[in-house]
């Protein structure tokens, strides 16, 4: 287990710096002008090569790219804000949590209610109750989340005044904007879990157990739901990446100081310093996400393990 695990770490590492070389070439291309969003436009070409220099800008991007990557490692210096004039990381931690919060229990909803609701349409298939989750499953997709956010929002803010608006004040804040935000993410959790059950159901092993005398509950949730949930658990890397892009329309839809509306306050104002902080923070969580869902995948189904020995 031990190789597999360094195995993994050792193809994140690239991945991770890939990722964010890519991006901070991408964004290097951006015509934004530090010094003429210090300065204004009447900013003499002395100036503007001061400011460069002062921000590094005149060197090769290589060059740019190393340094900031060696002072966010080893300081967690993301820069200043060329905008704002202040340091992007504390910015960044002040919002932090606001974002971690609303996507951990946006991936606690899509996890367990998917997961739930997937297998009792499987265990109760073409039933009333299973084909009511398809149909909710499929509206939860069609619509748009943005839609279905304002939606919510007046009806359950505005109209019944059961939740707050906006803000980030306390826990009954993030109610709204995280079931907002798993919502179409739990209608494709339920029909991948759902389909996963089904094929699962109809192994000749699980007939075996049937025909063994095990009760219903015994065959699936002992039997099946083991197999039947290792696709499952692989797509959830992929939602951790839907939810976290996913926060950056909800957060400023509810008012949310977070990492997501500091990306698009950021990208308004096309302050690049601010703009990469978040991407990092979304490239490294992706990426380790991803290494722990390879984990489990390796612990539930050990044949994984034996192709890296």
Same mark, same amino acid.
């Given at each position: @287990?031990?190789?597999?695990?360094?195995?993994?770490?050792?193809?994140?590492?690239?991945?991770?710096?890939?990722l964010t070389l890519m991006v901070y070439t991408i964004l290097s291309l951006s015509p934004a002008n530090p010094a003429f969003m210090r300065l204004g436009t009447t900013a003499t070409q002395e100036q503007i090569d001061e400011i460069n220099h002062e921000l590094g800008l005149d060197r090769?991007?290589?060059?740019?790219?190393?340094?900031?990557?060696?002072?966010?490692?080893?300081?967690?210096? @993301?820069?200043?804000?060329?905008?704002?004039?202040?340091?992007?990381?504390?910015?960044?931690?002040?919002?932090?949590? *606001?974002? %971690?919060?609303?996507?951990?229990?946006?991936?606690?909803?899509?996890?367990?209610?998917?997961?739930?609701?997937?297998?009792?349409?499987?265990?109760?298939?073409?039933?009333?109750?299973?084909?009511?989750? @398809?149909? %909710?499953?499929?509206?939860?997709?069609?619509?748009?989340?943005?839609?279905?956010?304002?939606?919510?929002?007046?009806?359950?803010?505005?109209?019944?005044?059961?939740?707050?608006?906006?803000?980030?004040?306390?826990?009954?804040?993030?109610?709204?904007?995280?079931?907002? %935000?798993?919502?179409?993410?739990?209608?494709?959790?339920?029909?991948?879990?759902?389909?996963? @059950?089904?094929?699962?159901?109809?192994?000749?092993?699980?007939?075996?157990?049937?025909?063994?005398?095990?009760?219903?509950?015994?065959?699936?949730?002992?039997? /099946?739901?083991?197999?039947?949930?290792?696709?499952?658990?692989?797509?959830?890397?992929?939602?951790?990446? *839907?939810?976290?892009?996913?926060?950056?329309?909800?957060?400023?839809?509810? /008012?949310?100081?977070?990492?997501?509306?500091?990306?698009? *306050?950021?990208?308004?104002? *096309?302050?690049?310093?601010?703009?990469?902080?978040p991407i990092i923070f979304i490239s490294l969580l992706v990426c380790v996400v991803n290494l722990v869902v390879d984990l489990l995948y390796a612990v539930i189904d050990p044949r994984v393990k034996l192709q890296y020995r």
């Amino acid at each position: @287990m031990v190789k597999y695990i360094l195995k993994r770490l050792l193809l994140l590492i690239p991945t991770f710096f890939l990722l964010t070389l890519m991006v901070y070439t991408i964004l290097s291309l951006s015509p934004a002008n530090p010094a003429f969003m210090r300065l204004g436009t009447t900013a003499t070409q002395e100036q503007i090569d001061e400011i460069n220099h002062e921000l590094g800008l005149d060197r090769p991007l290589l060059v740019r790219y190393g340094t900031y990557m060696w002072n966010l490692i080893t300081k967690g210096d @993301m820069g200043v804000s060329w905008v704002m004039q202040t340091s992007v990381y504390k910015e960044f931690m002040e919002r932090l949590p *606001n974002t %971690l919060l609303l996507t951990a229990l946006a991936l606690l909803l899509t996890t367990v209610v998917g997961i739930v609701a997937g297998v009792f349409a499987a265990v109760n298939q073409n039933s009333i109750g299973d084909r009511t989750t @398809m149909i %909710l499953a499929m509206l939860l997709i069609s619509l748009p989340n943005f839609f279905l956010s304002l939606i919510c929002q007046i009806v359950f803010c505005l109209q019944l005044r059961w939740l707050p608006v906006t803000g980030a004040g306390s826990l009954k804040h993030f109610i709204l904007p995280s079931i907002m %935000l798993a919502a179409s993410r739990i209608a494709g959790q339920v029909r991948l879990t759902r389909s996963s @059950m089904l094929d699962v159901i109809g192994q000749d092993y699980v007939r075996t157990a049937y025909a063994k005398g095990c009760s219903k509950r015994r065959v699936v949730f002992y039997h /099946a739901l083991r197999n039947g949930l290792m696709p499952v658990i692989t797509n959830i890397g992929n939602n951790v990446g *839907n939810i976290v892009a996913g926060a950056v329309t909800v957060e400023t839809i509810f /008012a949310i100081p977070g990492v997501g509306s500091m990306l698009v *306050n950021a990208v308004r104002s *096309n302050d690049i310093p601010q703009v990469m902080s978040p991407i990092i923070f979304i490239s490294l969580l992706v990426c380790v996400v991803n290494l722990v869902v390879d984990l489990l995948y390796a612990v539930i189904d050990p044949r994984v393990k034996l192709q890296y020995r």
